[in-house]
């Protein structure tokens, strides 16, 4: 099973960019689709974005689309969510997953190995 770590998060101000990490460990990290989650208090675990094994194919959610951008360095074992134009309805633990398959599926389910989660808030 796949280690993955989550770092980037914090504080950031409504218009702001931050942009999460998640590193690997593992030499299948290439062989996998990867994804990033997030929860909100009081909500539910939400998907936000996925990227197939190669990067040649990505996933949003419509919260997203058009701010965020998810990549990935299979060289380093990591993958990228560039998140400009926050919001503050964006705060959330969020959360970096690696998939059972290789295509940028959206449903939680397919998802076996997670991180433990790095913080957001967007202050208004």
């Known amino acids: 099973q796949v280690q993955l770590v989550e770092s980037g998060g914090g504080l950031v101000q409504a218009g702001g960019s931050l942009r999460l990490s998640c590193a690997a460990s593992g030499p299948t990290f290439s062989n996998y689709a990867m994804g990033w989650f997030r929860q909100a208090p009081g909500k539910e675990h939400e998907f936000v974005a996925s990227i197939s094994w190669r990067g040649g194919s990505t996933s949003y959610a419509d919260s997203v689309n058009g701010r965020f951008t998810i990549s990935r360095d299979n060289a380093k074992n990591t993958v990228y969510l560039q998140m400009n134009s926050l919001k503050s309805e964006d705060t959330a633990v969020y959360y970096c997953?690696?998939?059972?398959?290789?295509?940028?599926?959206?449903?939680?389910?397919?998802?076996?190995?997670w991180g433990q989660g790095t913080q957001v808030t967007v202050s208004s």
């Open positions: 997953a690696a998939s059972r398959g290789r295509i940028a599926t959206i449903k939680r389910s397919d998802f076996g190995s």
